[in-house]
C-alpha cells in the first residue's frame, strides 16, 4: 500500500535558495562580497495571508451600550424577551445593519408563550459554501438593562459588523452576524436557529464564534477551549497585545455557541466573567480585585452602563474584530493534497464487499465540501457494482449505485463529496460490492482528494 500526500512547495524555489546560500558559503572569507545582496523573492511568490482588522472604536460600543441603556429604561427597565425593550433593542441593530449594507432578517419562535425574534445579518459576498458566524445574545434578564449581559457583546459584534461595512471588506469566507433572542431562557434563539437550518446550510457553517459578557466590571480574560484554531486566534490576538488568558470554565455550554457545538460546528468565544469570584492569582495578572465576583451585577438590576470595564470591553472588541478578519479573510485551504492506495483489491462476484483504506493524518478540521474521490476499477460489465465512500466514522457516502443494463467495463471516474460533516484524519475506504453473478473486477486503485 502506498500512501501519499503531495508537497505543494514549489521544489524551484528551494533550489534557488540553497544556489544562493551555498555562494554565501564561498565568498564568505572575501570581503568585502563582491555579489550584490539576493534580491527579496517577488510579492506575487509569498503565500497569500489574512487582512489585519482594524481598531473598533471604544466610543462605538460604549454609544451601542448606552442606546440599551435608554431603551431598557424606556421599556420598563429591561430589554428581556417577550418584553416591548426586547424588541426595540433588536430594531436599534437592525437599522445600523440595514444602513450599513447587510442583508437583514428576523426570525420569530415562540417561546414562553411569547414571540421571540433572532436578528441575522449576511455581508454580501464570500464563499457562500463557506460561512463564519459571530453572534451575541441580545436578550436581558427582566431585572435590569443587562448592559454588560449581554449588551457588551452585542454592542461589539454590531460594531465589528459595522467595520466590516466601513472597510467594504471582501472577505474569503460568507460573514454572517446573530443576535439571539431568548438566551436567557435556555438559548431558545440560538437553539431554534440551528435546529431550523437545513443540513446543507449547517455544513456550510465553518465556524460559530460567541460573544456573552465581555466587560464585566472586575474582568477576567477568558477564552473558550473549544475549535482549536478559533482558540489560537483570539489567543494569538491577546498574546499580541500582552495580556494572558485563561480558558473559561464558568459553564461550559452556558452560553449560544452550545447548540452550534451540537450540531458539530467549530465553535469558539470571550468571556469576561460572571458570578465566579476572582482569585489573587487573577487579580495580579489582570488587575482587579480578588475576593470579588467578576460581575457583581450579574443578572441585577445594577447592571447598568457602570456596570462595564472599559479596558475589557476595548480589548475584547478589537479580539472579535482580529478573529472575523483573520478567520474570514484567510485564503481558502489550496486543494489538492492528494492521498491514494494503489494496491489491487480482487472484487468477489456477487460476493461480499471489499475495501480499500487510506488513511489521512495532520490534517486539522474537517473535509472540504468538495472532496474527490477518484476511483478506478476495473469490471467487465460494472452495472454490477455498488460503490460506497465510507468516512472514517462509518457514514458511507454512495458513489454509484448497481444497474442491471450498464454493461460497459470499469469505473475510472472521479466524484464529488460533501464530506464537510466529516472530520478529515483517519481511515477513509473505497467500499465495492458486486451484486450480481458472472462478472467480476478488481480496485486498481484510488485517491482522496483534499
Ligand atoms: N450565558 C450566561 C448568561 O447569559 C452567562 C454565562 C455564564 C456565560 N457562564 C458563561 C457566558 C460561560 C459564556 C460562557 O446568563
Ligand atoms: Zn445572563
Ligand atoms: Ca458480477
Known amino acids: 500500500m502506498k500512501l501519499s500526500a503531495r508537497d505543494r ?22 570581503a568585502p562580497p563582491a555579489l550584490a545582496a539576493p534580491a527579496a523573492p517577488a510579492p506575487a511568490a509569498l503565500a497569500p495571508s489574512a487582512l489585519a482588522a482594524p481598531d473598533i472604536p471604544l466610543a462605538n460600543v460604549k454609544a451601542h451600550l448606552s442606546q440599551f441603556s435608554s431603551i431598557a429604561a424606556a421599556n420598563g427597565g429591561n430589554r428581556a424577551h417577550g418584553r416591548t425593550g426586547y424588541k426595540a433593542s433588536l430594531e436599534y441593530v437592525k437599522a445600523k445593519l440595514d444602513a450599513a449594507g447587510f442583508t437583514t432578517s428576523v426570525q420569530q419562535f415562540t417561546a414562553s408563550g411569547a414571540t421571540g425574534y433572532n436578528l441575522i445579518a449576511d455581508w454580501p459576498g464570500g464563499d457562500p459554501n463557506s460561512v463564519l458566524m459571530a453572534g451575541s445574545h441580545l436578550d436581558s434578564v427582566s431585572s435590569g438593562a443587562g ?30 452576524f446573530a443576535w439571539w433572542g431568548a438566551e436567557e431562557l435556555g438559548l431558545l434563539g440560538s437553539k ?181 474521490a477518484g476511483v478506478d476499477i476495473t469490471h467487465t460489465w460494472r452495472g454490477d457494482l455498488v460503490v460506497d465512500l465510507v468516512a472514517p466514522d462509518g457514514t458511507a457516502y454512495r458513489l454509484k449505485s448497481s444497474s442491471s443494463n450498464d454493461s460497459a467495463d470499469n469505473v475510472i471516474a472521479t466524484y464529488t463529496v460533501n464530506a464537510s460533516a466529516e472530520v478529515a484524519n483517519g481511515d477513509w475506504k473505497l467500499r465495492v460490492q458486486d451484486v450480481a453473478a458472472q462478472d467480476t473486477g478488481r480496485i486498481n486503485g484510488w485517491k482522496l482528494t483534499f
Not at 479573510?329 to 494496491?343: H, I, K, M, R
Open 192 to 372: 431554534h436557529y440551528v435546529n431550523n437550518l437545513p443540513a446543507t446550510e449547517r455544513a456550510k457553517v465553518s465556524g460559530y464564534l460567541n460573544f456573552d459578557m465581555i466587560g464585566s466590571p472586575n474582568p477576567g480574560y477568558f477564552v473558550y477551549d473549544d475549535d482549536p484554531a478559533i482558540e489560537k486566534t483570539f489567543k494569538d490576538y491577546f498574546t499580541g497585545i500582552g495580556v494572558p488568558t485563561e480558558i473559561e470554565t464558568e459553564g461550559d455550554g452556558r452560553s449560544d455557541h452550545a447548540p452550534f457545538k451540537s450540531a458539530g460546528i467549530p465553535v469558539g468565544g470571550l468571556f469576561t466573567g460572571a458570578s465566579n469570584t476572582k482569585t489573587s492569582a487573577q487579580a495580579q495578572k489582570w488587575g482587579g480585585t480578588a475576593g470579588q465576583a467578576f460581575d457583581r451585577c450579574y443578572h441585577s438590576s445594577c447592571d447598568g452602563t457602570a456596570n462595564i470595564n472599559d479596558t475589557a470591553l476595548d480589548r475584547n472588541s478589537d479580539a472579535a474584530a482580529h478573529a472575523i478578519w483573520t478567520l474570514g479573510t484567510e485564503p481558502a485551504v489550496p486543494p489538492g493534497d492528494v492521498y491514494e492506495n494503489t494496491t489491487d483489491v480482487s472484487i468477489p462476484d456477487n460476493g461480499a464487499a471489499v475495501t480499500s483504506t487510506i488513511t489521512v493524518s495532520g490534517r486539522t478540521g474537517n473535509a472540504p465540501a468538495t472532496l474527490k
Open 9 to 30: 512547495t514549489p521544489g524551484a524555489r528551494r533550489l534557488a535558495a540553497c544556489t544562493l546560500l551555498a555562494l554565501g558559503g564561498l565568498i564568505a572569507s572575501a
Open 147 to 176: 448592559i454588560n449581559d449581554n449588551g457588551s457583546g452585542s454592542a461589539a459584534v454590531l460594531e465589528t459588523a459595522l467595520a466590516v461595512s466601513r472597510a467594504q471588506l471582501q472577505p474569503t469566507k460568507h460573514l454572517r
